[in-house]
């Protein structure tokens, strides 16, 4: 199984911040990676897919880079909307989910 | 508007046979590409890829849990289905159906998900 380890697991960060989420693979997945956002209550949100594909809708505020095992979630400028957890998936073999990282305002 | 919606029995007792039914409007599961998947959630944990059918009828599961898992379609191709066989404490959570698109029916990434149906298991 392929493992995703995310960090930090909570970040705290003032609104207009540029926030960086991190996301490890166990193995090479490639470009294999998507990102969601999930508020409390809600079902999660589709962010990022392919590891850099905005998705249609998604605030351009949002951006995802890396490949092979290291992936990263950047926000260029929090907003208070924002506030939420995060998680990571690959679907290179099987599909895994990151323990995911809880974003707050500070 | 592509939209999903699950249903479950709420609450059952261990070692009984969870059933879960999502019902989705705005595509068809018949139409090439078409995958629907069936995630859960412990309440304050992450998120666990149980099972998943595509448009060819194909179906793919979480190894782990594969023994005690069934995934099925309606004919008219708007439902999924999923039976979770020996029900234990920990199959407590949220479960979402979430639809992708692929094309070679493997799940990839999840555009689109249902609200999500809140199952317990106590005695």
């Known amino acids: 199984d392929i493992q995703m380890t995310q960090s930090p697991s909570l970040l705290s960060a003032s609104v207009g911040d540029r926030v960086t989420l991190n996301c490890k693979a166990s193995q090479n997945i490639y470009k294999n990676l998507a990102w969601y956002q999930q508020k409390l209550g809600e079902a999660p949100k589709l962010l990022i897919y392919n590891a850099n594909s905005l998705q249609t809708g998604i605030p351009s505020r949002f951006s995802g880079s890396g490949s092979g095992t290291d992936f990263t979630l950047t926000i260029s400028s929090l907003q208070p909307e924002d506030v939420a957890t995060y998680f990571c998936?690959?679907?290179?073999?099987?599909?895994?989910f990151g323990s995911g990282t809880k974003l707050e305002i500070k | 508007q592509v939209t999903l919606k699950e249903s479950g029995p709420g609450m059952l007792q261990p070692s009984k046979t969870l059933s879960l039914t999502c019902s989705f409007s705005g595509f068809s599961l018949s139409t090439s590409g078409m995958v629907v998947s069936w995630i859960r959630q412990p309440s304050g944990k992450s998120l666990e890829w149980l099972a998943a059918i595509d448009w060819d009828g194909d179906k793919y599961y979480n190894p782990s849990l594969k023994s005690r898992l069934t995934v099925s379609k309606n004919t008219s191709n708007t439902q999924v289905f999923l039976k979770i066989t020996s029900v234990d404490i920990a199959d407590t959570a949220t479960y979402y159906c979430?639809?992708?698109?692929?094309?070679?029916?493997?799940?990839?990434?999840?555009?689109?998900w249902g609200q999500g149906t809140l199952v317990t298991v106590s005695s």
């Open positions: 998936q690959q679907y290179y073999s099987g599909l895994t």
């Open positions: 979430a639809r992708s698109e692929a094309t070679v029916g493997v799940p990839n990434w999840f555009a689109y």
